[in-house]
């Protein structure tokens, strides 16, 4: 807890306002942010100075590991998280990729598990990493990115998060999490869950032991709407202790993740939070 409310606590100090074009408000800012999250112990770094819903982030990234770009899949999973940048953004709405209502398009998942070939057919990224973990394979390149430069144009939403890189020394994984841009008040708590999560699946369905997952993000801000609540709010209140987050073992498999899991697979034990606080979200 206490890194999150230090980063916050940091941007207000030594952030500098930046204009942001896409929302129209501007961003108090601080570049290099670099938290950790001890999977191994699991310390879940669910928020506890404000309620957080850990849910519909994991939600959200099981809808990543399946490929889904329709923000109604993401929906039946338990995450509206992609109703909005699928359905009212205004240039995504006018663009001519876009197939219908809640279409994302060739957005995160759709990039990690069919990456497209320019001489035809498509590379599953996640796949390779899965079948190499299993096998006590790691050739430093166990990467999955979302990130595909070529493809922007053709999916709502350019990705935040957008390479994650595992590692195995020994028996054990550890992973590195890059994020180009985050909305810290709003944004960090769900894309910590994430982050974690990540790591703690991983190992589980490769069979190794989790290490730490380390999260670098490059642009860390609040929005200028944002801030009274961060300062004389959340920053006022006392962390309670981490709670751990309580996985099914009988998930096994990246086909387990692709097929028969829902949200009822995961818990949290021993999770203490202050009241919530409802940040504005910018579109």
């Known amino acids: 807890m206490k890194q999150y409310l230090d980063l916050c606590q940091r941007i207000i ?12 408000k501007r961003c108090l800012t601080v570049i290099d942010a670099d938290l950790e999250y001890n999977v191994a112990a699991n310390e ?3 928020i506890t100075t404000r309620k957080s819903f850990y849910k519909a982030a994991i939600a959200e990234f099981l809808g990543y590991i399946r490929g889904y770009d329709n923000a109604a899949d993401f929906r039946k999973l338990g995450a509206k998280t992609w109703d909005a940048n699928a359905n009212e953004n205004a240039a995504w709405l006018a663009n001519e990729h876009r197939k219908g209502s809640d279409d994302m398009g060739r957005v995160y998942g759709v990039q990690g598990r069919s990456w497209a070939k ?25 990467i999955l990115s979302f990130y595909n430069p070529g493809e922007f144009h053709m999916g709502c939403l350019r ?42 699946i991983m190992a589980q369905i490769t069979g190794n032991k989790p290490g730490k997952a380390y999260h670098k993000i490059v642009n860390a801000h609040i929005y200028e709407d944002q801030l009274p609540l961060m300062r004389d709010v959340q920053l006022k209140r006392e962390p309670f202790p981490s709670p751990k987050l309580i996985i099914n073992p009988a998930i096994k498999s990246l086909e387990d993740l692709e097929t028969w899991v829902t949200m009822d697979d995961f818990q949290v034990e021993g999770y203490q939070h202050h009241e919530p606080i409802a940040y504005p979200f910018s579109v």
């Not at 599953?124 to 166990?142: A, P």
């Not at 810290?184 to 703690?200: D, I, R």
């Open 13 to 24: 100090d030594e952030g500098h306002w930046v204009e942001n074009k896409r929302t129209g």
């Open 44 to 46: 879940f770094p669910l």
């Open 118 to 142: 320019p001489d035809g057919g498509s590379v599953d990224q996640l796949r390779k990493i899965v079948d190499n973990l299993k096998n006590g394979i790691d050739d430093r390149g166990e």
């Open 159 to 200: 990705p935040c998060m957008h390479t994650h890189t595992f590692s195995l020394l020994g028996d054990t994984l550890y992973l590195t999490s890059y994020q180009r841009s985050c909305d810290v008040p709003l944004g960090l708590n769900f894309n910590q869950v994430q982050v974690f999560f990540f790591l703690a």
